[in-house]
C-alpha cells in the first residue's frame, strides 16, 4: 500500500478545495471518527506489542512514500490534470456514527431519573417530531412543484411563440439557438451553486442517505445549506431541460429536514431552541432520519406504504419495529400537507387530487385488466428491463470513472453541465424538426403544442415528449389513446433519451434518476404494446399504455434494483391494485437479470466513492478468517486514572487519530495483565478536556466538576478540535478519572470468533468499535467499520481491498 490513491468527495472535488472549513469531526472525516487508523490501517501487518497501561501499541496505518505525500501536497493546492483512481480501493476519510448507546453512568442515572410520564413525553414528542418532519417535507414539495410549473411553463411558452414564429418566416435556427441558451443558462446557475457553495448537493443524495443510515458520516449531507442547495438545484435542473426528476432529491431533503428537527436547533445558524435535547445521539437522529426519507417518497409519488417499504428496503441498515407506526404516521401527513396545498393552489381546495409530485393517473381495471397469456410477456419486459438497467449502469460506471479522473475542477464540471443542457436542447429540436408524426389536436390534452410543419389542428407528437418536463411526458405516455405516437417515433425517442439520461446522471447538478427511467422504460414499453397490438391484430388486451406501464416499471427497477418498495409506490402512484402482480414479476425479473451483469446504480456509485459501506450479510465464503485476522492492531488504550498530558498528546497526535479507546484497570505493577474496563470515545475526552474535569496533581480525594449528559449533547454533533483546547502545562500533570464517563460494557468477542460472526453483531447493533479479547480479557485487537467492509466477495472469490489514506 505505498502507492496510494488521491480520492474525490461525493462532487468530484476533493473536501480540502472548500473554502469554508469543515467543523470539529469533519476535518479530517475518517473512517470510525478516527484519522487515519481509526483504529487500525491494515490489521495482522505488524506484530502485537504489549506496553504497560497507556498503550498496548501504537496503530497502524497506512504508509505513504514521500513521492506520494508531494504529490498530495500539490494536488491539494492546485489541480492535477488526472486524479488516478482505483475501484479496488476503501476510503479512510469516512467517519462512522455510533447507533450504541454509550450506557456510562452519566447515562444510566439520567434514565433512572424518567419516571412512567417522563417517558409519555418522550414518546410525544417523537410524534410531535414526526408530524413536523412530514408538514415541512410536503411544503419543501409544493414549493418545488409550483416554482418548476411557473419557470418551466414560461420557458416553453417563450420557445414555442419563437418557434411559431420563425416557422412563418424562417430561420428555425434562431429558436434552436435559443432553447439551448435558455438551458445552459438555466442549469449553468445550478450547477454552480453545486459546484461551488455545497459538492454534496449533488445528484438526488439516495446512495448518500444510504450511507448514512448505515452508519457512514458523509460530511455535510444533513446541514441546511444542503437542503437550500439541494431544493434550488433541482428546480433549476429540472427548469433547465436535462434529463432528469426532482422526485429523487426529495428523500434526501426529508432526510434534511428530519436531521435538522429533531435536534431541536441549527449548527448552522448557530441558534439552539432548547428543545428536544434528549434526542441529540446518533441513535434517535437515524431514526428521525428514516422517518424523512420515507417522507420525501410519499409527498414525490403520493405513497405514504410505499415510503415506508423504500425506507426499509433501500434507505435503513437497523429498523426498530416500534418506528414503523412514526415513519408512516410522517409520510401520511406529507402527502396530506402536499396534496391540500396543491389542491387549493389549483383551486379545487375541497378535492384533494393531488397526492404528490408525479401522479400518474388512475388505471381503469375494467377496461384494462390483464389474461394469463400476458404475464409470460410482462417477464419478458423485466428481462428487457434488467439488460437495459445493465447497459444503462455499466455505462454510467464508467461515465463517473472518467469524471473522477479528469472532471474533478468545479469550473469543469459547470461546463460539462452546460454542454450537456445544450446537447439536450439540440437533440431534442432536431428530432421535433425531423419528426412527420402528426397527430389530430383534440382539447387541452397536450400541454405546449407544437404544430411545426403539421397542417393546422395537428400537433407534432415528437414534441410531446421533448417539449415538456418528464413528469408530464410520462403522464402522456400512460395515458394517451392508441395512436398518438408513431412507433418510429418512440424508438428514437427512447434510443435518445436513454444515452441523454445517462450522460445526466452524476453531473454536479441536484437531479434525480426516477423519472427519467421511467419515461424510458415507459417509451420502449408502449412501443412493445403497439407491437403487440400489431401483431394480434388490434386484440383489445394489447393496450399501449398498460405496457408503458409494465415498461417503466422493469426499466426502473433494471436501473436501482427496488423490488419491494417500488411495487407499492406504482401501485399507489396509479390508484390500481390489479396491476400489482405484473408490476413486481416484472421488477423482480429485471433484478434478477440486472444483477447478473453489474450492480444497482445507488450500489455502484457508494462503491465508486469507496465508501465503507457494510451489506445485510458478510461475504458467504469468509468464515476461514477470524477476528484476529481482521481486527486493528495493536490499540491504543487509556488507563482509568489517567494524567491529563497523556491524553492531550494522543488526542493530538495527527499520525494515528484515533477515535475510540478501550480503557484498562489503572495498576502499579506493571506485569500485571491490564483487563479491559471500558471504552471512551474520543468526543468524550474533548469535552472533559474542555469542561477541564480532572484533579491537581494526582490528589483523588479533590472534588471534580459534575458533568452532566447534557454538557455532552450541547456539544454534539461538531466536538471541538484537540487544536481549539487549552492546557497549561500545570493542568498536564492533573489526573483524569474516567470511570464515570466510560461505557463499562462495550461489546466483545474472542480472538477465535468467525468474521460472520463478528460482521453479525457488528451490523445489527450499528457498532462503531468491536474490542477484541484474549481469555485473560486482555485488549488484542479492535475492529471497526473498515475492518469488515475491506472483505467483499470478487469474480475470483474473497477479496481483500487496499486502504486509500484520504
Known amino acids: 500500500m505505498a502507492n496510494v490513491a488521491k480520492k474525490v468527495s461525493w462532487s468530484g472535488r476533493d473536501r480540502d478545495e472548500e473554502d469554508e472549513p469543515p467543523a470539529a469531526g469533519e476535518a479530517t472525516p475518517l473512517l470510525n471518527g478516527a484519522g487515519p487508523g481509526a483504529a487500525g490501517g491494515p490489521p495482522h501487518s505488524r506484530p502485537i506489542t504489549h506496553l504497560p497501561f497507556l498503550r498496548l501499541g501504537k496503530l497502524s496505518s497506512v504508509d505513504l512514500d514521500d513521492d506520494v505525500r508531494e504529490l498530495e501536497t500539490e494536488a491539494t493546492n492546485q489541480f492535477p490534470s488526472e486524479i488516478p483512481h482505483n475501484e479496488k480501493l476503501l476510503s479512510l476519510k469516512y467517519e462512522s456514527l455510533d447507533y450504541d448507546n454509550c450506557e456510562n453512568q452519566l447515562f444510566l442515572e439520567e434514565e433512572r431519573r424518567i419516571n412512567h410520564t417522563a417517558f409519555r413525553t418522550v414518546e410525544i414528542k417523537r ?78 443524495g439516495i446512495p448518500q442517505i444510504k450511507c448514512y443510515l448505515n452508519g457512514v458520516k458523509v460530511p455535510h449531507v444533513v446541514r441546511l445549506k444542503t437542503l437550500v442547495i439541494k431544493v434550488c438545484g433541482v428546480i433549476l435542473s429540472v427548469v433547465g431541460g436535462l434529463a432528469v426528476g426532482k422526485e429523487g432529491p426529495m428523500i434526501h431533503s426529508g432526510a434534511v429536514i428530519a436531521a435538522g428537527i429533531s435536534q431541536g436547533r441549527s449548527t448552522s445558524l448557530k441558534r439552539d431552541f432548547k428543545i428536544f435535547e434528549y434526542f441529540r445521539r446518533d441513535t434517535e437522529k437515524r431514526d428521525f432520519v428514516s422517518a424523512g426519507a420515507a417522507a420525501g417518497v410519499s409527498a414525490a409519488f403520493g405513497a ?17 419495529q416500534f418506528l414503523t407506526w412514526r415513519i408512516f404516521f410522517a409520510s401520511m401527513i406529507s402527502t396530506f400537507t402536499l396534496n391540500s396545498i396543491l389542491s387549493f393552489y389549483h383551486g379545487n381546495p375541497w378535492d384533494l387530487s393531488s397526492p404528490g409530485l408525479i401522479n400518474f393517473g388512475r388505471f381503469d381495471s375494467e377496461k384494462l385488466g390483464y389474461t394469463f397469456q400476458e404475464i409470460p410477456i410482462f417477464i419478458v419486459m423485466g428481462v428487457v428491463g434488467g439488460i437495459l438497467g445493465a447497459i444503462f449502469n455499466a455505462l454510467n460506471y464508467w461515465l463517473t470513472m472518467f469524471r473522477i479522473r479528469y472532471i474533478h475542477r468545479p469550473c469543469l464540471q459547470v461546463i460539462e453541465a452546460m454542454l450537456v443542457a445544450a446537447v439536450t436542447a439540440a437533440v431534442g429540436f432536431v428530432m421535433i424538426y425531423c419528426s412527420s408524426d402528426c397527430q389530430p389536436l383534440q382539447g387541452d390534452s397536450v400541454a405546449y403544442p407544437l404544430q411545426l410543419f403539421c397542417a393546422d389542428g395537428e400537433y407534432n407528437s415528437m414534441a410531446t415528449a421533448f417539449f415538456n418536463t418528464p413528469e408530464k411526458s410520462v403522464v402522456s405516455l400512460f395515458h394517451n389513446p392508441p395512436g398518438s405516437y408513431n412507433p418510429m417515433t418512440l424508438g428514437m425517442f427512447t434510443l435518445m433519451y436513454f444515452f441523454l439520461a445517462c450522460w445526466t446522471y452524476g453531473l454536479t447538478v441536484s437531479a434525480g434518476v426516477f423519472i427519467p427511467s421511467l419515461l424510458i422504460g415507459a417509451a420502449w414499453g408502449r412501443l412493445f404494446g403497439i407491437s403487440l397490438a400489431y401483431l394480434t391484430s388490434g386484440a383489445i388486451w394489447a393496450d399501449p399504455g398498460k405496457y408503458a406501464l409494465m415498461g417503466a416499471a422493469a426499466q426502473l427497477g433494471g436501473i436501482v434494483r427496488m423490488t419491494l418498495s417500488l411495487t407499492v409506490i406504482m401501485m399507489e402512484a396509479t390508484g390500481n391494485v390489479t396491476y400489482g402482480f405484473p408490476i413486481m414479476l416484472a421488477l423482480m425479473t429485471a433484478k434478477i437479470v440486472g444483477d447478473y451483469f453489474v450492480e444497482g446504480l445507488y450500489d455502484m456509485h457508494i462503491q465508486l466513492q469507496s465508501v465503507p459501506f457494510l451489506h445485510w450479510e458478510a461475504p458467504v465464503t469468509s468464515h476461514s478468517l477470524t477476528a484476529r485476522e481482521v481486527m486493528s492492531a495493536p490499540v491504543t488504550c487509556l488507563r482509568r486514572i489517567e494524567k491529563v498530558g497523556t491524553v492531550v498528546d494522543i488526542l493530538s497526535d495527527t499520525s494515528s487519530n484515533h477515535n475510540g479507546f478501550p480503557v484498562v484497570e489503572s495498576s502499579p505493577d506493571p506485569t500485571q495483565v491490564a483487563g479491559l474496563r471500558g471504552l471512551i470515545l474520543r468526543s468524550q475526552l474533548i469535552v472533559l478536556l474542555k469542561h477541564k474535569v480532572f484533579v491537581e496533581r494526582a490528589n483523588l480525594t479533590l472534588v471534580q466538576r459534575r458533568l452532566k449528559l447534557k454538557d455532552f449533547r450541547d456539544a454534539y454533533p461538531r466536538f471541538p478540535p484537540i487544536q481549539s483546547i487549552h492546557v497549561s502545562q500545570d ?65 475470483e472469490g474473497l477479496e481483500e481491498l487496499s486502504l486509500a489514506q484520504t
Not at 474516567?738 to 447493533?765: D, G, H, I, W
Open 304 to 320: 405514504p406504504v410505499g415510503g415506508v417499504l423504500f425506507s426499509l428496503e433501500e434507505g435503513a441498515s437497523f429498523w426498530n
Open 731 to 795: 493542568e498536564r500533570e492533573c489526573m483524569m478519572d474516567l470511570t464515570e464517563f466510560m461505557n463499562p460494557s462495550p461489546y466483545t468477542v474472542p480472538q477465535e470468533a468467525s468474521l460472520p460472526r463478528v460482521f453479525k453483531l457488528f451490523r445489527a447493533l450499528g457498532l462503531r468499535h468491536l474490542v477484541v479479547v484474549d481469555n485473560h480479557n486482555e485488549v488484542v485487537g479492535l475492529v471497526t467499520r473498515k475492518d469488515l467492509a475491506r472483505y467483499r466477495l470478487g469474480k
Open 127 to 204: 410524534w410531535v417530531i414526526c408530524a413536523m418532519i412530514g408538514i415541512l417535507t410536503g411544503l419543501v414539495a409544493c414549493f418545488i412543484d409550483i416554482v418548476v410549473e411557473k419557470l418551466a411553463g414560461l420557458k416553453f411558452r417563450v420557445v414555442k411563440d419563437n418557434i411559431d414564429k420563425f416557422t412563418e418566416k424562417g430561420g428555425l435556427s434562431f429558436s434552436l439557438l435559443l432553447w439551448a441558451i435558455l438551458n445552459s443558462s438555466v442549469v449553468m446557475v445550478g450547477s454552480v451553486i453545486v459546484a461551488f457553495i455545497e459538492p454534496v448537493a449533488a445528484g438526488s
